[in-house]
């Protein structure tokens, strides 16, 4: 069993002598260092963090404060208790707010010492085991699998009851409605968890490489064959292999497919034998698979052989209720990615994301949210940073407008109408600083001013921000 580890920083050797006897006594694994820098040189060094840092608060070439930053920047389960023969409640307070452990005054009695030493090492302990149990959570838990849906909880329920068995499973549905993680959270469901999970797109490959691809080949088999390949199933062995548009693979590999579905044994080519191969095997399309097999594109046989076991992966337009979840998803992965503090979506952006047919389903979804952050210049996604088919689905566009109903219209309205909609959505974007949003409508800031004060946005709106208040606004022009 691994011994607790305790780190002294104090730039007085009898202390750090007297602590080292101390805690060695107790059981700990003890290091010191003489400073700031050292201190930070051995905690930056260790193999493993420390469990506890007894630091001098006020050190020659650094302080203790400072050190308690950088520690839970660089290793945030390590406690530090922070030692001072000047102690001040705002000292205290200001350590605490650094993620300090606790604070103890010199001289201290040895006894209590020991006591807030081992409470650190006990709560350092608790995060540890913490973070093991929510990996070993996370690891029971596919990876991305979004959505609350009654659609989409009869897909992860039937993904449970299917992931542990070794059945082929068959995939099926629309372009883009995450086929491939549903396949993924079988795998990760299962026992092979820990093993392989490789996929083949079977329309991506050439068909003269299918074959060495899937099966391996040996070397000098055919021009280019430098050296042996396993392939996919020996590559994947224990593990899962994924088929992915099994419904573009070639008529004359369906039959050597079947044989190792049925055989359980592949021969690369030019092998002289054959291979027993152990791995689950899953398939996804987007093709209306009997449909193939009726027209002969698809062989029946492997058809029946595939299709143990079907989840249909419903489109997006038919679990809408899940698009908010998905869009706050992307979102928060698109704004760390491009570096943005976007954290949301206005009203009108989430219905009209809402009320989208989305052709491509949840990868195109992905997409528009990933453009939108790119676009964004605010914190928030506004109407306008989606594509024009998008932000026209909700049918609250000025596009709308241009068409005279039969009675007519008060153009006078339509157009105040246009432009309160316009003022609130650039007010919006521009988190409420009014200069950028005249910048956004193309106008000066005493424009925007008095336009808002003929339309009444001047004070809280019931459809837009709760105050449009700029304290960066000039005050008077």
């Not at 006990?122 to 990876?143: F, G």
Request: aromatic share 6%.
């Amino acid at each position: 069993m691994t011994p607790p580890s305790i780190l002294l920083i104090d730039d007085e050797p009898s202390l750090r002598q007297m602590l080292t006897i101390l805690f060695q006594r107790e059981g700990y694994r003890v290091g010191v260092a003489p400073g700031f820098a050292a201190g930070k040189d051995a905690i930056a060094s260790a193999t493993q963090p420390w469990d506890v840092v007894l630091c001098d608060l006020m050190m020659p070439d650094g302080s203790g404060l400072d050190l308690v930053t950088w520690t839970k920047e660089k290793a945030p389960s390590t406690e530090i208790i922070l030692m001072t023969a000047h102690s001040t409640v705002e000292t205290a307070i200001e350590a605490m707010k650094r993620g300090a452990y606790d604070f103890v005054a010199k001289p201290f009695r040895t006894p209590e010492l020991k006591a807030l030493v081992e409470k650190a090492r006990e709560k350092r302990a608790l995060y540890t085991e913490n973070r093991r149990l929510r990996a070993i959570v996370d690891r029971e838990r596919p990876r991305d699998f979004l959505g609350r849906s009654p659609a989409m909880r009869q897909v992860l329920d039937l993904v449970e009851r299917v992931a542990s068995g070794k059945t082929t499973v068959l995939v099926t549905g629309e372009s883009g409605t995450g086929k491939e993680r549903v396949a993924r959270a079988i795998h990760d469901y299962s026992d092979r968890r820990d093993q392989p999970f490789l996929v083949v797109n079977c329309g991506a490959i050439p068909e003269a490489l299918l074959e060495s691809e899937l099966f391996g080949h040996e070397k000098g088999s055919f021009t280019g064959a430098t050296g042996r390949k396993l392939g996919i199933f020996r590559e994947a062995r224990g593990g899962t292999v994924l088929l992915d548009e099994i419904g573009e693979l070639p008529l004359s590999m369906q039959v050597k497919l079947l044989r190792v579905l049925q055989e359980k044994k592949v021969r690369g080519v030019g092998e002289a034998q054959e291979s027993p191969v152990e791995v689950r095997v899953l398939a996804a399309t987007n093709r209306l698979v009997e449909q193939e097999v009726k027209e002969g594109r698809f062989r029946q046989d492997l058809y029946y052989r595939l299709n143990v076991i079907r989840i249909e992966v419903p489109p997006l337009r038919e679990r809408r209720e899940d698009i908010p979840e998905l869009a706050e998803h992307f979102l928060k992965r698109c704004a760390d990615e491009h570096g943005k503090d976007v954290r949301g979506f206005s009203p009108d952006t989430l219905r009209a994301l809402g009320a989208y047919e989305f052709p491509g389903n949840v990868r195109e979804l992905e997409n528009i949210v990933e453009r939108a952050v790119a676009l964004c210049v605010g914190s928030v996604l506004a109407l306008g940073d989606l594509p024009r088919e998008v932000s026209g689905a909700s049918g609250e566009t000025a596009a709308h407008l241009v068409d005279l109903p039969a009675g007519g219209v008060s153009l006078d309205a339509v157009l105040a109408e246009v432009e309160r909609r316009l003022i609130l959505q650039a007010v919006e974007r521009a988190d409420g600083v009014r200069t950028n949003a005249a910048k956004l409508l193309g106008i000066t800031f005493r424009s925007l001013r008095y336009r808002m004060q003929k339309l009444a946005l001047s004070e809280e709106d019931d459809d837009g921000p709760p105050s449009t208040t700029d304290l960066s606004a000039p005050s008077s022009d």
